[in-house]
DNA sequence: AACGCTATCAACCGCTCTCGC
DNA sequence: AGCGAGAGCGGTTGATAGCGT
């Protein structure tokens, strides 16, 4: 059979809670990532890739659904600030929050091109909204944000700050190809960076012998 | 109440990457 | 080394809930 075929044969659109169920059954029997086996074997005429997707987003253990707390707002800036459109890469330091979750939630709140979507005219009594939200991404507005939030800010900005520092060191200057993928090398470090911070050593003076 | 518009988010599309042959 | 298949990722779309007029 043609691939164009299968392709219209393939059930699209929402997921039901009895699809959910069976692909929740044929994950824990055939194991996670042999999504070519699940669709065929599930019945769903539900692609891998469809399959793939609802259980990364939604099915998987330990998702977190809900309002992003005050903490991964922040995280997710930094995050974006270090990384840029890496969601995979911001998710993984967001535990419950997947790639797709991350990436709408900056398109929605935190992304000031996302209000130029779309065929907009009217721009009425929504646009202070709408630009207060937009606003976030840029600063925090000072009577909004508690001394504790302060100052898991200012430890953050600081870390921040840290690890733009390392991509630019003079020795890297003559390395073109960082110039496009300046955060690879770093990647490793900023997991260990995790890993000492979850153990105690909180301060960049702490971890930086480490690294 | 009805309508129009915006915001939100689940899901799809197409491209890239990885791996086995 | 080259090719194909499958998996993963980021961008985009489309449905719809909710709000304002």
Known sequence: MKDKDVKTRMKRGFWKPEEDLILKNCVETHGEGNWATISEKSGL????????????????P???????????KDLI????????????????????????????????????????????????SKEANTQSTQGKMQEYPA?????????????????????????????????????DEPFI???DDIVLLEAFTSTGKETWNEIQPFL
């Open 143 to 179: 009577e909004t944000v508690s001394n504790q939030e302060v100052a898991t800010k200012t430890a953050l900005d600081s870390w921040i700050e840290e690890m733009q520092d390392l991509l630019s060191p003079p020795t890297m200057n003559n390395m073109p190809f960082l110039e």
């Open 77 to 124: 800036i930094r995050l974006h600030k270090l990384l840029g459109n890496r969601w995979s890469l911001i998710a993984g330091r967001l535990p419950g929050r997947t790639d797709n979750e991350v990436k709408n939630f900056w398109n929605t709140h935190l992304n000031n091109k996302r209000s130029c979507r779309g065929k907009k005219k009217h721009v009425k």
């Open 185 to 187: 090398p770093i990647l």
């Open 45 to 60: 005429m539900r692609s891998g890739k469809s399959c793939r997707l609802r259980w990364k987003n939604y099915l998987r």
């Open 62 to 72: 330990n998702i977190k659904r809900g309002m992003m707390s005050e903490d991964e």
